[in-house]
């Protein structure tokens, strides 16, 4: 079965960027369509973006557009969430997600909290 | 952008039915997929397609979706139940992933 296995807790300074991973194992990366999402502390779920397999293209949340970075390692079946310019409202716990097949979100990563602190 | 509505709380009694709505401009258009979290956990797909259950989720979930809104209905609910819930659709917007607000249930 497939489990999404992400990167440990980040601390970051205001202006600097975060890479969190998320490890595929049970599949391969290209048989999914991975998404992230994230949920600020005591806040609801925010989706980033993600990869579309219809048009081939990462499609991202106008609210992250030019700050956000999604890419995959196909050699190690690892997908990465890379935001940069972090400031405080980034604090949050980041998630990757599967795309099921029927469009839903049925398998979650563990979660990553980052931090954004000075 | 497209808005999906959800009450803040619900509160219910144990073996009780909870009912939590989701409210949107013509969702009955679209499939909508619910999710469970409880806290510190990552969220749990519970129905997807407005109704179906993946394997392993209890047949008491249950969901309906027509008009401007969509409903997850948890029939005789238990303790464990108690978490927050989101509704989610796609959208044909510029932001294809559109969350409700989410629900706390409450067991009392």
């Known amino acids: 079965q497939v489990q999404l296995v992400q990167s440990g807790a980040e601390v970051k300074k205001p202006g600097a960027s975060v890479k969190v991973s998320c490890k595929v194992s049970g599949y391969t990366l290209t048989e999914l369509s991975m998404h992230w999402v994230r949920q600020a502390p005591g806040k609801g779920l925010e989706w980033m973006g993600g990869?579309?397999?219809?048009?081939?293209?990462?499609i991202y949340a106008q609210k992250f557009q030019g700050r956000v970075t999604m890419t995959e390692d196909t050699s190690t079946d690892t997908a990465y969430m890379e935001l940069s310019s972090l400031r405080s409202e980034d604090t949050a716990v980041y998630y990757c997600?599967?795309?099921?097949?029927?469009?839903?979100?049925?398998?979650w990563g563990q979660g990553t909290m980052v931090t954004v602190s000075s | 952008s497209y808005v999906l509505t959800q009450p803040p709380s619900v509160s219910v009694a144990p073996g009780k039915t909870a009912r939590i709505t989701c409210g949107g401009n013509?969702?009955?258009?679209?499939?909508v997929h619910w999710y469970q979290q409880k806290p510190g956990q990552a969220p749990v797909l519970v129905v997807y397609d407005d109704s179906d259950r993946p394997s392993g989720i209890p047949e008491r979930f249950s969901g309906s979706n027509s008009g401007n809104t969509a409903t997850l209905t948890i029939s005789r609910v238990e303790a464990g139940d108690e978490a927050d819930y989101y509704c989610q659709v796609w959208d044909s917007s510029s932001d294809p992933v559109v969350f409700g607000t989410g629900t706390k249930v409450t067991v009392l």
């Open positions: 990869f579309d397999p219809e048009d081939g293209e990462t």
């Open positions: 013509n969702i009955g258009s679209k499939s």
């Open positions: 997600a599967r795309r099921g097949s029927s469009d839903a979100f049925d398998i």
